[in-house]
């Protein structure tokens, strides 16, 4: 049963702060999920090292924090799997190979993905099968270190390959691995005109993860400043049996000096809306 104890933080408004200081506040707050968004200054993928990371396991350990999650920057950073350029997409397949290892030198079960994008003046069907391969690719070096994939829908603004959940779906079908499942981003889903049933309708069990956050519909904002329907949301989740995590993925410069308020809300409203 979808309770607070499915309540995740993140790192999203911290850039701007040190990372411990994240945790700090995510401890003191009694969350115990975290999911860290892997950018700079808080993780590169390009430079962090093993060091860094066992660090890293201890810092979490010590407040009691368990990663449910590790999730890459893969849309301002030149990182696109569908990408034309062989060079390009040598260096985004090389990026989330190494992700895979740092989900396993973490014990994150879950890598958080993206579909990529091509050219909005070409027809997507080849940008959706370097997509699809990249992503086949992907999921059988994941399934070989224990880790899940976990797949979202981004806004046409972001990409032309999958802003639908029949869009998502055609690409998690079209791989079928076990190694890779869904992500519900909530923002995603209503700019999309989609709905909360659409998702669990179309992939059940394999829906494993959930960005819960407000929008207008679009925004990555926290619980409570937008206009999205979010306790109607929940309840089709309960209802509907899922049994993942809400994580709070409250993204924006309006959040950034002060990034605590935000967390606290969107933990508050969750806690009360699923009491």
Not at 5 to 22: D, Q, V
Not at 90 to 109: D, T
Request: hydrophobic share 40%.
């Amino acid at each position: 049963m979808l309770n607070a104890s499915h309540i995740c933080a993140t790192n999203f408004t911290y850039s701007h702060y040190r990372l411990t200081r994240c945790l700090d506040d995510v401890a003191a707050l009694g969350v115990h999920w975290f999911e860290l968004w892997g950018v700079a200054p808080h993780l590169h993928i390009d430079t962090v090292q093993e060091a860094d990371l066992q660090s890293l396991k201890r810092e979490l350990a010590a407040r009691e924090l368990k990663l449910a999650c590790f999730t890459p920057e893969q849309c301002v950073y030149p990182v696109n799997i569908a990408a034309e350029n062989p060079q390009q997409r040598a260096y985004s397949m090389n990026y989330f190979h190494r992700s895979l290892e740092i989900c396993e030198s973490l014990e994150s079960p879950l890598l958080f993905m993206t579909p990529g994008w091509g050219y909005e003046d070409d027809e997507p069907d080849e940008a959706r099968r370097r997509a699809v391969d990249a992503l086949g690719t992907l999921a059988h070096s994941a399934e070989k270190r224990g880790v899940t994939l976990v797949l979202e829908v981004l806004q046409p603004r972001e990409s032309n390959l999958a802003s639908t959940v029949r869009e998502l779906a055609g690409l998690v079908n079209e791989v079928s691995s076990p190694a890779l499942d869904a992500a519900l981003d909530i923002v995603g889903m209503a700019v999309g005109g989609d709905s909360v049933t659409d998702y669990l309708t179309a992939f059940g069990p394999k829906l494993r993860h959930c960005h819960f956050i407000d929008g207008t519909p679009a925004g990555h904002l926290a619980p409570g400043d937008g206009s999205l329907p979010l306790k109607s949301y929940l309840g089709a989740l309960r209802d509907g049996g899922y049994n993942g995590l809400l994580s709070l993925e409250i993204a924006g410069g309006r959040y950034w000096q002060e990034p605590l308020a935000p967390m606290r809300q969107g933990i508050q409203f969750l806690r009360e809306a699923l009491a």
